[in-house]
């Protein structure tokens, strides 16, 4: 509770001469009888009028003390916040070919795009963020949303054969292009992870990014894998594991390139773990959403609680002065 007028309960200085006046007056007491002698009214019971005797009086000063916090005005504060979010359309386009099983990422590619992906989300507040995986196909694992936590838990589902082998980056760039061309967003971003080449899909990987150019669609890609070799799982019919082998690493860094340029995105290359977050980083910093956010505070007045309060320990102080302690003048 907040007071428009906090000055007012200097008024509250009044009791002090007041309580000492009415502590003088009864120490000298109303009226005096000459008795013989007190011995017998000392040993007289007390009713409940002599316990009751001060209530009057606290009951005024009570009356006066409900007065002054009124006129100080007490408010009670109820603060709102409007937040007005310019967000960006976001699809990640991440490849789940069986290559990305390689174990030259910790543990393996798959599962650092994920983490990655999932911090990278997290970061994102007000913007609509879509899923799409591809491997020798290509289909949308959420649709664009700002719920994140559904979102992080289609994310966590991803893994690798789930759909037919091979690394269609045109037809996994094309589907993430559909996600976005009725966007209205005013800046829309597509962020292509793979670590191969393009060996299957209808769809051209540069055709694609012909498309998004057209529909003001900015593509960032970026190509998984160390240089030079990298140890691969090998399982058997059963999906056990037998080996790991060294195979090379070929990913075709021109494709993505051209396709970054052409849609006035960027091209990185991630051989690490370190390095895939750091490039994700760089892109958060690169594509920020425009968050404007007001606070506006509404005042109540609360005096009137006080003045009833003050207006019925008056009364209460008269009916038990004047009526129920009534004293003989």
Not at 56 to 71: E, Y
Not at 86 to 105: P, T
Not at 244 to 264: N, P, Q
Request: charged share 20%; with cysteine.
């Amino acid at each position: 509770m907040e007071f428009a007028s906090p000055n007012i309960f200097w008024l509250l200085l009044v009791l002090v001469p007041l309580t000492a006046y009415y502590v003088w007056r009864a120490m000298q007491g109303d009226a005096a009888i000459r008795i013989s002698s007190t011995e017998s009214l000392r040993k007289a019971p007390r009713s409940w009028r002599y316990y009751l005797r001060h209530l009057p009086f606290a009951l005024r000063c009570a009356a006066i003390t409900f007065i002054v916090v009124a006129l100080a005005r007490p408010q009670s504060a109820e603060h709102n916040t409007t937040t007005d979010a310019e967000g960006i359309d976001i699809v990640l386009a991440i490849d789940i070919s069986g290559s990305m099983l390689a174990r030259d990422f910790n543990p393996d590619r798959i599962t650092a795009a994920k983490e990655v992906a999932g911090a990278f989300i997290g970061d994102r507040y007000g913007d609509r963020i879509g899923l799409v995986v591809f491997a020798g196909e290509a289909f949308t694992q959420s649709p664009l949303t700002t719920d994140q936590s559904s979102l992080q838990t289609l994310l966590s589902r991803v893994r690798s054969g789930v759909i037919e082998d091979g690394t269609a980056i045109g037809n996994g760039l094309a589907t993430a292009i559909n996600r976005l061309r009725e966007s209205d967003a005013k800046s829309k971003v597509i962020i292509l992870l793979t670590d191969g080449v393009n060996n299957r899909g209808e769809i051209a990987p540069l055709t694609a990014a012909d498309i998004a150019k057209e529909y003001g669609i900015k593509v960032y890609t970026i190509g998984v894998g160390t240089r030079g070799e990298a140890p691969y799982p090998v399982f058997d019919e059963h999906g056990n594991f037998i080996q790991t082998v060294r195979m090379k690493v070929e990913i075709d860094e021109k494709i993505l390139r051209s396709i970054a340029e052409t849609t006035g995105g960027e091209y990185f290359r991630a051989t690490d773990k370190q390095t895939l977050r750091a490039i994700y980083d760089q892109i958060n910093s690169m594509e920020k959403s425009h968050v404007e956010v007001s606070e506006y505070t509404i005042l109540h007045e609360e005096y009137l609680a006080w003045a009833i309060a003050a207006l019925v320990a008056l009364l209460l102080e008269f009916i038990t002065g004047r009526i129920v302690l009534r004293r003989i003048p």
